[in-house]
């Protein structure tokens, strides 16, 4: 795979003006890619401070708002040895920010319980609790405004072609192809240096699990997943036993009812035997303990519910092989048509006496047993966690033949389930609605690749939107 500046797409997506790359000594990178920073939480998480030296755990960093106020909605920040708050989070620059651009003078942030900012001011009287984030990133600066996907603080219109279709719909389907797996490969290599970042600072183990726990919380709860795989090393201790990993991480979740229900039904049983686990062994791990806030429900499917979610983590945690397998996956000789199988077959569990018969433990039992993982979730971690990992990690390692081999395999990939996101890009790039346009994973992967550095850099009518041009110039020229 192409290093970042060889790649064609990832020429277009670099300023043209040298001077506009980051230093490490600049004073300040731009606003915009500090709120990048904190919306994906490149941060050394296990070590924040605020500017007056407390402690601080983001549970969850909150929602981007589109509709103007602070910067981000609905965080839970637990700070010091206080209990875990819901509120917003501005990001500025500088904590004298707060007062200049008039927030304490403004009711929109009167939500407002922590101000993130770069420099490390300290704060003036009456102002939210401050977080300078100057040295607290997970990686240098300027690999970050490499690789740091930028925020969409608008929604796109998904009925408005943008001025790039007609050009991208014009390109032969080999040259089509050509361009999305360039921009599938930045997508790719950026998953990846967000992997080798993590390990540099926990090692590579840990880095992964993260990884999975985030796959699994799916858009609505990556963050209270993470949390919960960043303490993993305190709670992966004594027995390790599937149902006794589910019990804890049912607990540590805040998931778990205070109280059982009284009705002798298979989801009664069952909480109550989880209960007689938990309880024994919660005063151990309290400070790891996560708040219900920290979680989103709605509009989920029943399949993706955190808690059945947790229940398979739990069983692949207790499994110690793991992991060698699926090195050993990454080196065995696999056909492109037997990938998925084959990769879910090592995934894939025992059948779980309660999980395999219901979706949540309030849920009547199934007629027939539900598998715990289904081929569109194998898809999703396969190329979310799973093929950047083991690439990242082989080049550590010096081995080339690896990262051939994960290249192929991400390229020849079967294309992802279809969500709103895929739905928008196609119709706004493409000016197609349907899902088999795009055969592969990798060019679903390039195609939001390209939504994220050229559509949400710009406004509904594409206005000085550089894309559409570098195309059209790019046709002009012969094929590579």
């Avoid at 500046?5 to 990832?10: K, Q």
């Avoid at 920040?77 to 007062?99: F, M, N, Y």
């Avoid at 997970?138 to 929604?155: G, H, K, N, Q, T």
């Avoid at 050993?328 to 084959?342: C, T, Y």
Wanted: glycine residues 8%.
């Amino acid at each position: 795979m192409s290093p970042p500046l060889g790649n064609l797409y990832a020429r277009w997506r670099t300023p043209a003006d040298p001077g506009t790359a980051l230093r490490d000594e600049d004073p300040a990178p731009p606003e915009r890619l500090l709120q990048a920073i904190w919306c994906h939480q490149r941060l050394r998480r296990d070590r924040l401070q605020t500017a007056d030296g407390r402690p601080l755990r983001v549970l969850h960093p909150g929602f981007v708002s589109v509709e103007g106020g602070p910067d981000f909605r609905g965080a839970v920040i637990q700070i010091g040895g206080a209990a875990p708050q819901t509120g917003d989070v501005e990001v500025d620059l500088r904590a004298s920010g707060w007062r200049a651009h008039g927030h304490d003078r403004n009711p929109a942030f009167g939500n407002v319980l922590l101000h993130v900012v770069w420099d490390d001011a300290a704060p003036g009287p009456g102002t939210p609790t401050v977080l300078p984030l100057r040295h607290s990133l997970d990686a240098p600066l300027p690999e970050l405004a490499v690789w740091l996907e930028p925020i969409s603080l608008r929604a796109l219109p998904e009925t408005l072609r943008g001025q790039c279709c007609s050009a991208l719909r014009s390109l032969e389907e080999s040259r089509q192809d050509e361009l999305l797996d360039a921009a599938a490969r930045v997508r790719f290599q950026a998953k990846a240096e967000q992997f080798r970042a993590r390990a540099r600072l926990a090692g590579w183990e840990q880095a992964f699990w993260e990884g999975m726990f985030r796959a699994l919380g799916y858009k609505h709860n990556v963050w209270p997943m993470q949390t919960l795989a960043e303490a993993r090393p305190h709670w992966l201790s004594g027995p390790r036993a599937a149902f006794v990993l589910q019990a804890r991480l049912f607990g540590l979740s805040g998931l778990l009812p205070t109280e059982c229900p009284r009705a002798l039904s298979a989801g009664a049983v069952y909480l109550r035997r989880l209960w007689d686990c938990w309880w024994r062994e919660r005063d151990e791990f309290r400070e790891d303990l996560l708040p219900r806030a920290a979680w989103r429900f709605h509009g989920l499917r029943p399949a993706n519910h955190p808690q059945r979610r947790l229940a398979l983590a739990a069983h692949w945690l207790a499994d110690d092989c793991l992991l060698q397998q699926l090195e050993g996956w990454a080196a065995a000789e696999i056909s492109d048509r037997k990938l998925l199988d084959s990769l879910r077959d090592i995934l894939e569990v025992e059948r779980d006496d309660f999980w395999s018969w219901h979706w949540t433990w309030r849920s009547n039992r199934l007629p027939a047993p539900q598998p715990m993982l289904g081929s569109a979730r194998v898809t999703d971690l396969a190329v979310n966690v799973i093929l950047p990992w083991l690439w990242t990690r082989a080049g550590a390692g010096g081995n080339e033949k690896i990262r051939q081999v994960i290249e192929q395999r991400y390229a020849a990939w079967p294309r992802a389930e279809d969500n709103a996101l895929l739905k928008l890009a196609r119709q706004r790039l493409l000016g197609v609605g349907r899902s088999g346009a795009l055969r592969r994973a990798a060019a679903q992967q390039g195609l939001i690749q390209i939504l994220r550095d050229f559509c949400e850099h710009s406004n509904a009518l594409c206005e000085r939107c550089r894309f559409p041009e570098l195309v059209r110039g790019w046709t002009a020229r012969p094929a590579t």
